[in-house]
């Protein structure tokens, strides 16, 4: 943990001079991040599959700013509603896969409308119905796949349709004129390791083994998905997990007695190689088609920090900031853990003490120590990597949002060597 604070200290004074210019709370946006997430994942797959394609999750962080510079970066982007295929449209993307249950008849029409950029990813029996409707009305072919459901148990049933009704679905797409179905689509989300993935991707390789062999070869693309976790790994609150699930983190416990805790993820170099194995040994030879990965949060999450700035300290042990939990949406840090860093008055030392946001709810926290040399009304308060399913989620709540700003760079005035 120390070295992860340090990281940011070694930042601070970039951080402080983006306060200076714009006030606080602030949504800021790490592009240089972002980019280097892109590539990074980008090489990974590519270093062991032929014909990969990537695509970011915009729902993991709408911010319009984060979606053009991946679409700069090459990636496409996947949306999952007819806003964010609008965002994705006015951000230039040429490459769009269009996801997600319930699909209303405009959003359907909106992506006819732009067929030569967008594949839909259909949802059920009853969409690629409405679907070929809507081409046929606008003359046009769509590009389409089929997601399949990784899951015939629980509340992920209600994404795609189960594996066995896929000769069915492709049936009926035969017998559709204006919808070109040439792809398969399933998504596992939260993982830290690969396991989940390769399992689906042998039942996968079963099933498709069983289909006639001019259905294989019309699939031209496959997309496993994404729920890619950072390598950091998932770091937690000890009253939010069940005994046996986690691991302690790697961070001393603070003289009060502080403690977190991390479930362990896997890097992108491994998530890469486990699942370019599965897909070589399970999928049929004749299945030759582009893999597209669908990684949202993998990408966003070290991209977007947030800024606060100490309001009242009430007493030794109970600190209110300017900026309320109603930036990320839901009571986050009752369960998972980040470090609140005090930029003013930086230290390795994490303090026990109530970090509370300025909204009128006893839920509004920030954590419950911070990292720092004491705490006065003024200080800085750093959360860092706030990126993945916050600002997306924010809420209209109480008090304004916090404004979204760029990090301001600063001039390196260390003596040349």
């Excluded at 993307?93 to 359907?108: C, H, M, Q, T």
């Excluded at 015939?152 to 679905?169: Q, V, Y």
């Excluded at 897909?279 to 949060?297: F, M, S, Y």
């Amino acid at each position: 943990m120390g070295h992860f604070v340090r990281s940011f200290h070694d930042r601070r004074d970039a951080f402080l001079a983006t306060v200076k210019a714009n006030g606080s709370p602030l949504y800021v946006i790490d592009l240089e991040a972002l980019r280097n997430r892109a590539r990074q994942f980008r090489s990974a797959f590519s270093a062991v599959l032929s014909d990969s394609r990537v695509y970011y999750a915009l729902k993991s962080n709408s911010h319009p700013l984060l979606a053009a510079t991946l679409v700069e970066e090459g990636l496409g982007l996947d949306v999952s509603s007819g806003l964010e295929l609008n965002t994705a449209l006015k951000c230039g993307a040429g490459d769009i896969v269009f996801s997600g249950p319930g699909k209303r008849p405009d959003e359907l029409a909106l992506a006819v409308e732009h067929a030569e950029r967008v594949t839909v990813l259909l949802d059920s029996f009853s969409e690629l119905k409405k679907l070929e409707e809507a081409a046929t009305r606008a003359r046009v072919t769509v590009r389409a796949g089929v997601r399949l459901s990784a899951d015939d148990t629980g509340i992920w049933r209600k994404f795609g349709i189960p594996l066995a009704e896929l000769p069915s679905f492709l049936h009926d797409a035969r017998r559709c004129e204006h919808v070109d179905l040439c792809g398969l689509q399933s998504h596992l989300s939260w993982n830290l390791n690969p396991e989940a993935q390769v399992k689906f991707i042998t039942r996968l390789g079963a099933a498709l083994g069983e289909l006639d062999s001019v259905d294989r070869k019309s699939i031209k693309f496959l997309d496993i998905g994404g729920g890619f976790w950072p390598e950091s790994g998932e770091w937690l609150q000890p009253e939010a997990m069940p005994k046996g699930a986690i691991q302690p983190a790697e961070t001393d416990a603070a003289p009060g007695g502080l403690k977190h805790y991390r479930n362990e993820a896997c890097s992108i170099d491994e998530f890469a190689s486990q699942i370019s194995e599965a897909l070589k040994r399970h999928l049929p030879d004749d299945v030759n088609c582009t893999i597209c990965l669908e990684p949202g949060r993998w990408l966003c999450h070290h991209a977007m920090h947030i800024l606060l700035t100490v309001a009242d300290v009430k007493s030794p042990d109970i600190v209110i900031t300017d900026g309320g939990t109603n930036a990320v949406g839901w009571e986050r840090f009752e369960a998972d853990y980040f470090p609140v860093i005090n930029l003013t008055r930086p230290s390795l030392q994490e303090h026990e003490c109530l970090m509370a946001g300025s909204l009128c709810t006893p839920h509004d926290l920030w954590g419950y120590g911070f990292f720092g040399d004491g705490v006065e009304e003024g200080d800085i308060l750093l959360v860092p990597d706030q990126g993945a399913y916050t600002y997306s989620l924010r809420q209209d709540f109480i008090k304004p949002l916090p404004v979204c700003v760029e990090l301001c760079s600063v001039p390196d005035t260390r003596e040349k060597q």
